[in-house]
């Protein structure tokens, strides 16, 4: 029978979840653009970690299976509607968020930052390519191989995105000063 | 329920062999059992009890002692199930229903109840079946139900205690 | 001798392949390439600027983490997908009040008990319908237990009235009322509510 002892002392779980957690929550984060459903992909994740039971060679490599489980989910929730999912998952999800009062915490309703705005205006293959390099700190061998793409293609569409962003915070500045 | 076989399982194996009844089987296991004592008691304003009696059970941990309470027009069945941990603390489970009738429609209430409260050997435990109301005024009458859980070995002090001293 | 350049010449990188070295993903000869451009050219300099600007932009988001609390929450998931919720920090009450015609009242007390029992045998996930959780105990036993075969087991089972049970015949006055909720409190509870 399965106890939290054991998973607790199991040392490559903690280990790998105090490594990877946080920049599994970034690259879900920065996907979905709601903390609440960002935190929910990410235990999935590590859910199917925890029961899948593969023993990595290391945490990199655990890193970028978990990564690519979470781009995976993350990708598949954004293809919906966001607006549509947002209402749904509201009335059927805030129940349980109300009982965790720490969970407020992680709760961010409205995008506020300028960054995290401009970056959701960029096309999704471009952001998704960015996000995995910025925020999974992923190389373009990786991302490459994740998503199935070459690592020229890679390269372009980082730069790509960096350079529309540029673009947009630029204009985005301005409007904010004017 | 894995936890409520096993008491059953020793009673079978008791029974087997002494032939006895539930009570002495149980009393058999003295390290085991747990003495529950419970009072019931009727109170009027200001707390005055005008009513009360006492029972007392032996019982092991994981197996109820059913209490049933039936008067003109209420009837409460409430099981006590008492946990004992290894390190002597105690978990009560309450499990209550009420039927009661309100006189006018002849209708019938019902509640059904459940607690578990931690509680260490000899703190009491109040289960107020039909609710109790602080401040009462003159016609309500509250029942109450006073629990209190021993090891049954410490009930066996406390008796010889009382012999002793009333000599 | 190197004389600054602060305007691009053929010789300057496109800004895909600086973007590339930035990320140090270049090959190794092109890398020392760059490098070496890059000592003599600012505006190059500049543009790699930029993308460590963005960058830490970037990850200068606002972002909370209650990365503990969090660790929690996903392994008590974890947890209640295969066990029974362990230890409850607080205890939750459940209620539920109906009106029954008289002559149903036997049959209908009977099938909430079942229901009862069934809720907490088989609650495998939190949920948040209120109900009291059974908090872990140690489990009794293992005893050596006599029997001698099953059979023997289940006809004691089957035949015994094996609940210890304690009848109390209420006075008949005074009349009683419903007051409120059932109440289970501790004695000190109680006494310091009065």
Redesign the interface.
């Known amino acids: 029978m399965m106890n939290e002892e054991r998973i607790r002392s199991s040392n490559s779980f903690d280990s790998v979840y105090e490594y990877v957690f946080p920049v599994l929550m970034r690259v879900a984060y920065h996907i979905t653009e709601d903390m609440a459903v960002a935190e929910d992909l990410c235990q999935e994740a590590f859910i199917r970690y925890y029961n899948r039971n593969i023993s990595f060679p290391d945490k990199e490599q655990a890193k970028y299976w978990l990564i690519r489980v979470v781009k995976n989910l993350a990708l598949n929730y954004d293809k919906r509607s966001r607006r549509e999912r947002r209402a749904y998952d509201r009335v059927l999800k805030e129940p349980e968020r109300l009982q965790t009062s720490a969970e407020t915490e992680l709760i961010k309703k409205e995008i506020t930052d300028t960054v995290q705005k401009a970056l959701s205006k960029l096309p999704q293959k471009l952001r998704t390519v960015l996000v995995l390099k910025e925020y999974g700190n992923l190389s373009y061998r990786e991302i490459a191989s994740m998503l199935h793409i070459t690592e020229s293609n890679v390269k372009v569409r980082v730069f790509r995105a960096r350079a529309l962003l540029e673009e947009l915070l630029g204009e985005e500045e301005i409007d904010y000063v004017s | 329920m894995k936890v409520r076989f096993l008491p059953l399982l020793i009673l079978v194996s008791l029974v087997s062999v002494h032939g006895e009844d539930i009570e002495s089987a149980l009393k058999s296991l003295k390290d085991k059992a747990l003495a529950v004592n419970v009072a019931t008691r009727v109170l009027e304003k200001d707390q005055v009890t005008v009513w009360h009696t006492e029972s007392s059970k032996v019982t092991i941990s994981g197996k109820a002692v059913s209490l049933k309470l039936s008067g003109d027009n209420v009837l409460i069945l409430a099981d006590i199930t008492p946990y004992m941990n290894a390190d002597g603390t105690l978990l009560l489970v309450a499990q209550g229903e009420v039927y009661i009738t309100s006189s006018p429609d002849g209708g019938v209430k019902y509640y059904s109840t459940m607690k578990s409260v931690p509680v260490k050997a000899g703190e009491k435990v109040i289960f107020f079946p039909l609710g109790v109301a602080f401040d009462a005024d003159e016609n309500v009458y509250t029942i109450e139900v006073e629990i209190e859980v021993l090891p049954y070995s410490e009930m066996i002090k406390r008796k010889e205690g009382i012999t002793d001293g009333s000599r | 001798m190197y004389r600054e350049r602060d305007v691009h010449t053929k010789d300057c990188p496109g800004?895909?392949v600086l973007?590339?070295y930035f990320?140090g993903?270049l090959d190794p000869r092109s890398m020392d390439q760059v490098s070496v451009h890059l000592s003599g050219c600012s505006l190059c300099r500049q543009r790699l600027e930029?993308?460590a600007v963005?960058?830490k932009?970037?990850?200068?988001?606002?972002?909370?983490?209650?990365?503990v609390?969090?660790?929690e929450?996903?392994?008590n998931?974890?947890?209640a997908?295969?066990?029974l919720r362990?230890a409850?920090k607080r205890?939750r009450?459940?209620?539920?009040?109906?009106?029954?015609?008289?002559p149903v009242?036997a049959a209908?007390?009977l099938l909430?008990?079942f229901t009862?029992?069934a809720l907490?045998?088989w609650e495998m996930q939190p949920k948040?319908v209120e109900?009291?959780?059974?908090?872990d105990?140690?489990?009794?036993?293992?005893?050596d237990?006599?029997?001698?075969n099953l059979e023997?087991?289940a006809e004691?089972?089957q035949n015994?009235n094996?609940?210890?049970?304690?009848?109390?015949?209420?006075?008949?006055q005074?009349?009683?009322?419903?007051?409120?909720?059932?109440?289970?409190?501790?004695?000190?509870d109680?006494k310091r509510?009065?």
């Open positions: 800004k895909d973007s590339a990320d993903e930029g993308f963005l960058r932009r970037l990850n200068d988001v606002p972002f909370s983490l209650d990365l609390a969090s660790k929450r996903t392994l998931l974890i947890e997908q295969h066990v362990r409850a205890e009450f459940w209620d539920r009040r109906v009106f029954i015609p008289l009242v209908v007390g909430f008990m009862i029992a907490i045998v948040t109900m009291a959780e059974i908090k105990v140690d489990p009794v036993g293992p005893y237990v006599d029997v001698k023997q087991l004691f089972l015994s094996s609940t210890i049970e304690v009848t109390i015949r209420l006075p008949s005074p009349a009683f009322f419903l007051m409120g909720e059932p109440k289970l409190l501790r004695e000190t109680y509510g009065k």
